[in-house]
């Protein structure tokens, strides 16, 4: 049998905007682009990839034409022959055709990046690209009104009414002479006299990949600058990841403030090291940035990237210090660890040499780090907790209980709520670093909800209000929205952590055999009155391991260990929901003058798998404050406060709250040697006993931010 798409062409919608027609034929998949500029259909070609840059991948979803047809989209769920499995969903009502007509759309699930099925009686009517700063819908010609699209028509959004000029490659001068490659794209069409407020992208993944997700902004009245960061692409200069770019932007800020197309209204935006240039450029005061949006940033280096607690990160640092130190342009493979050995990576020593080793050059940045393993005045400059007073703007901040750059999200709504900042806004979602991905992540199922269809439409609602002073509300929502997950709802608060949640201590206990999840380690919820302790032994030597990933991966290997920790809750009578910041206190004393400690939190389902939650960790030099290191006495008791990851979560009756304690992850962190020594000067380890305290005098416990649920007849002492 045929299929019933073969033959028919679909309009495509790049967030709202009108951006050709794609048909299907027996022969291949054809095209008719619109020129950027003059907004004119270009001739019909066969679709090229490398040349058009979309969210769909046609050709795919060509090879796949019979399956779709020939599924049945009926009931609840619905899985295709291809393995494709979609959840029914919303649906829409309006005229098509002069007849009222509804909708269903099918929400993809299992898949890491999720392209819905809109139909209507049964046959495909659209495809449907979710996306972040960006959305794609691919839908049949007169059924736009029946499909996310009418989002789009909010009167108090920006219109896209412009096509697209692009100024070319600029080299834009900063304070010391370093010339930057901008990229300026204004709106075509404007009148003589016409002035646009901005909005700035610094990159230093290539200014390619933002003009292909951000152009639509363009069309809607804004002006695009793009810049590469030293060091990075076409500009010039060297890559100090983290050192320059308050100062950078700012001159970035004061030049295109003196283009005779800007009416001096200037907004940014950034994700992950983007996020990071955002931000620091929010801390430079300058006068002419009048709002930012900030996701899943990268923190502050010393608190979270390079140096999170005080430990020196390994993986997760290398794989983008390496992807950036191959070339001027970031190697992708290498930053996947598809061309290089991860566990060659981490485990090679010195330290110092992990570059030469495994890309065949050296790495300036990794070299510029091993100069300062203390924080010092070279970690102070880039450090933007140390200058967030001088933010005054409104701020949206975006990321999810599996970023793994949350920590520095979590950095950067503690100083804005410290200083009052106006306008801050925080959403999170379930959502990994790459946000509004999925709606599955390993064995946890989301809603189909867990894709915010809203996504891209709120930055542009947000721009229009704070550059061009469009009143649509934005400054009128709550502070906060989360999302629960497990109830798998959108919860909003009027701040972050939500003002509905309380904190509940989860104490130590047990009778001094806690190791491993086979010990006697329990919480209670009343410190004991009689002092205990805990004991095991860290040989970084052998160092213990996740798989890399803040999802919620499976816990029970490391937790097997007799050099981790554990302490269970009683199996819980009551549904528990927390949502907020997560913070770990305890008092410990390691034989050695330094070493580290990692807490996790896990929940215990009722086959005893343990999915970590939230964990994080702080090397013992630190413990005072990263700018008051001091080695350890050994033997000596003192006190460790950790800020661990923050989320929103369920933890159901029949479950066990979990949390342990130990002293490696070498995925994510070099194994500290217990020393005291500078790792980068490669001492030898020495293995470090380290016991945990609890009783009333060392009540070590876990704060759990609870928004609902009673912990029914608690385990007392």
């Not at 769909?56 to 020939?70: A, G, H």
């Not at 983007?274 to 940033?297: C, D, F, M, R, W």
């Not at 213990?544 to 919620?552: L, M, N």
Request: glycine letters at 8%; a negative charge; hydrophobic letters at 35%.
């Amino acid at each position: 049998m045929a299929d019933n798409i073969t033959g028919k062409t679909f309009n495509i919608y790049f967030s709202g905007v009108y951006n050709g027609c794609v048909t299907f034929t027996e022969k291949g998949v054809q095209v008719c682009d619109v020129d950027r500029r003059t907004r004119a259909m270009l001739k019909t070609e066969p679709f090229d990839k490398t040349k058009k840059r979309t969210m769909i991948d046609y050709l795919k979803i060509q090879e796949q034409l019979k399956v779709y047809s020939d599924a049945k989209w009926e009931g609840e769920r619905v899985k295709l022959s291809n393995g494709n499995e979609y959840s029914r969903y919303i649906t829409f009502t309006a005229s098509v055709n002069g007849a009222e007509t509804t909708s269903q759309l099918w929400a993809q699930r299992k898949s890491s990046e999720a392209i819905d099925i809109i139909t209507v009686n049964g046959e495909i009517a659209a495809f449907s690209h979710p996306g972040r700063i960006s959305s794609e819908i691919a839908v049949l010609p007169g059924y736009e009104k029946i499909t996310p699209l009418i989002k789009f028509d909010d009167p108090l959004l920006s219109k896209p009414a412009y096509g697209i000029n692009h100024l070319g490659n600029i080299f834009v001068p900063c304070r010391d002479g370093t010339l930057l490659a901008t990229e300026v794209f204004l709106p075509e069409g404007k009148t003589k006299n016409e002035k646009f407020p901005s909005i700035v992208v610094r990159t230093c993944y290539g200014k390619a990949r933002d003009i292909d997700r951000c152009w639509h902004w363009v069309c809607r009245g804004y002006a695009l600058v793009i810049q590469d960061v030293r060091g990075r692409s076409d500009s010039d200069g060297l890559l100090e990841p983290f050192q320059n770019e308050r100062e950078d932007a700012s001159d970035l800020f004061n030049w295109i403030a003196e283009q005779e197309w800007s009416d001096g209204n200037i907004g940014m935006w950034g994700a992950s090291y983007l996020g990071y240039t955002t931000t620091s450029a929010a801390t430079s005061g300058n006068p002419h940035l009048k709002t930012a949006i900030s996701e899943v940033n990268v923190g502050s280096p010393f608190y979270d990237t390079a140096r999170r607690g005080g430990t020196i990160c390994s993986w997760p640092l290398l794989c983008w210090t390496l992807a950036q130190s191959v070339c001027n342009r970031v190697d992708h493979s290498v930053f996947r660890g598809e061309s290089i050995s991860i566990e060659e990576a981490v485990k090679h020593r010195p330290i110092t040499e992990i570059p030469q080793k495994i890309i065949g050059k050296e790495s300036g940045p990794w070299d510029l780090w091993a100069k300062h393993y203390k924080y010092d005045d070279f970690w102070r400059h880039s450090d933007n907790t140390v200058h967030a007073h001088k933010i005054r703007i409104p701020m949206l901040i975006i990321s999810g209980w599996f970023d793994g750059d949350a920590m520095g999200v979590q950095e950067t709504w503690r100083f804005l709520t410290k200083h009052d900042t106006p306008g801050r806004r925080i959403v999170l979602g379930p959502w990994p670093h790459g946000l509004n991905a999925f709606r599955d992540c390993r064995d946890l199922e989301f809603g189909d909800n867990a894709i915010d269809y809203d996504f891209d439409t709120r930055i542009i609602r947000w721009f229009d209000l704070y550059l061009k002073g469009i009143q649509n509300g934005e400054d009128k929502k709550p502070r906060a929205i989360y999302y629960l997950t497990g109830e798998n709802q959108w919860h909003e608060s009027d701040d972050w952590n939500p003002v509905e949640s309380s904190p509940v201590n989860l104490y130590f206990s047990g009778g001094g055999r806690a190791n491993s999840l086979f010990g006697d380690g329990r919480i209670v919820f009343t410190p004991e009155e009689k002092t205990g302790y805990d004991e095991y032994t860290y040989d970084p030597e052998q160092p213990a391991g996740d798989d890399g990933h803040v999802e919620p991966y499976h816990c029970n290997h490391i937790q097997i260990r007799n050099d981790c920790l554990v302490y269970d809750t009683e199996i819980l009578e009551n549904d528990i929901a927390m949502a907020g910041n997560v913070y770990a206190e305890f008092y410990a004393s390691p034989s050695a003058v330094d070493t580290d400690f990692i807490v996790r939190v896990s929940d215990v389902d009722e086959k005893g798998t343990a999915r970590k939650i939230s964990d994080n960790v702080i090397r013992a030099e630190f413990r005072k404050g990263f700018d008051k290191a001091e080695l350890l006495k050994p033997g000596s008791i003192e006190k460790y406060e950790v800020e661990m990851y923050f989320h929103g979560y369920i933890f159901r009756a029949g479950h066990k709250i979990r949390i342990d304690i130990t002293s490696s992850n070498y995925l994510e962190f070099f194994p500290n040697t217990n020393t005291g020594i500078d790792p980068y000067l490669d001492p030898k380890p020495v293995i470090a006993k380290n016991k945990i305290y609890h009783g009333k005098e060392y009540p070590s416990h876990v704060k759990l931010p609870v928004l609902y649920g009673s912990f029914g007849k608690r385990s007392e002492s």
